[in-house]
């Protein structure tokens, strides 16, 4: 058996989203499960909306996910070897110039549709006589080429899918290149997953019927067809495609504190029968990959869902994998961690349990009283609501007229951590200097 081999090739024309995220995850981890290799491939035929901010800003963003390449190529460096096998195939008859407009194939679709027949392009290109080749050029037509597909029907087992069949007669053969000499996705493609050896494509079901037309090109080339395995495609919470999700930025996401864990740990479990749970390797989350595991209904994907998530994975997550990224020791950072949104609300604990803090005393009556009541340590998570009973009964106070004076004489904050956690970090000297006004 050949050595597995998948590859990731997003286009450059904008940033990374969660779409185009799972995909990457998906290839990837099946790559390290079974010890293949994942390449990066940059699809940049489309000149015009190809932009090198978008690359750097991608590959920015799978270092981030942990996604490791061992080989990258780009397309925009491949057009000869494109335009030598598209030369071969048209010498062969398999790549057809056309000269219809994109108005008159409309209104052929159109009139098929009214028909009740597929709008499957009628091959009228191949009928054209010398008359019409003459008149297009008078026009200033400028071609489109399209790839002939062989009757037949077209068939292969698809890891999420199962048996997949297709009959040519009853697709397009797809265009390849557009009039201005710019290649599409489809042959392209072809010719460097055959080239560069790979052996399994996993992609969304969209690209099932281009699947279908490549497997004939693959064929053409002489390449061998890779296993394929087509994704449900993530649908938003309102049941639909949602415009939202197609620009759901990692970059954005990183910003507001989602750890990069959570979302492939999310992403990886989304519409499988396993339950969603943190993962803080992807090394572990690679050996439970199952794609018999996969529904074919798509799944909704929900941000907040995820936020939540997040946050489930931030209050597990071990001291190792955070060290570096706080100032904060390991037992301060276990005692705050259950209350933490994302790591980095931990600066506010330390901010206010290290740092000095101007109090806020609100009702200097009931603060004073708290100093002059404030127990003795050792502490105990317990000792907040002890001495707030005790505080209660004394000033015969309740609720936020207790509670708040408390907290902004401590913390200088209208709300933030519990104040029960937040005591015993705090420590007695402090919080007797703060609570009678002193900056401590």
Known sequence: MSEIKVRFAPSPTGFMHIGNTRTALFNWLLAKKLGGKFMLRIDDTDRVRSKKEYEDAMRE??????FEWSEEARQSARFDRYNEVTKKLM???????????????????KRAMAKGLAPVYDRQALRYTAEDLAKFKAEGRKPHYRFKL??????????????CR???????????????????????????????????????????????????????IGGKVPTFAHLPLLTGTEGKLSKRLGSLGVRELKAEGVEAMAICSFLAKLGTSDAIEPYYSLDELAESLDFSKL??????FDEEELKHFNTKVV??????????????????????????????????????????????????ALTDLAAELLP?????????????????????KKGRELFHPVRKALTALDNGPELKTLLPLIGYEKAKKRLLGQKA
């Open 61 to 66: 963003s799978l270092i981030w996910l942990g």
């Open 91 to 109: 010498d062969e008859g398999r790549i057809y110039a056309c000269y219809e407009t994109p108005e008159e194939l409309e209104i052929k679709r």
């Open 295 to 300: 529904g074919r209904s798509q799944p909704k």
């Open 376 to 396: 003795a340590e050792t502490w105990t998570e317990n000792t907040f609501n002890e001495w707030m009973s005790i505080l209660k009964a004394q000033s015969g």
């Open 166 to 220: 297709y009959e040519a007669e009853k697709l397009s053969d797809p265009i390849i290149i557009r009039e201005d000499g710019s290649y599409l996705y489809h042959l392209p493609s072809c010719i460097d997953d055959s080239d560069f050896g790979i052996t399994h494509i996993v992609r969304g079901e969209d690209h099932t019927t281009n699947t279908a037309s490549q497997i004939q090109m693959f064929e053409a």
């Open 315 to 364: 209050r597990s997550m071990p001291y190792s994998l955070v060290k570096d990224r706080i100032d904060a020791d390991e037992t301060f950072w276990n005692d705050v961690r259950a209350n933490l949104d994302v790591v980095d609300d931990v600066k506010v604990w330390e901010d206010i349990c290290h740092k000095e803090v101007t109090p806020i005393i609100e009702d200097k």
């Open 150 to 163: 062989l009757d037949g029907v077209i068939e292969w087992n698809d890891i999420v899918r199962g048996h």
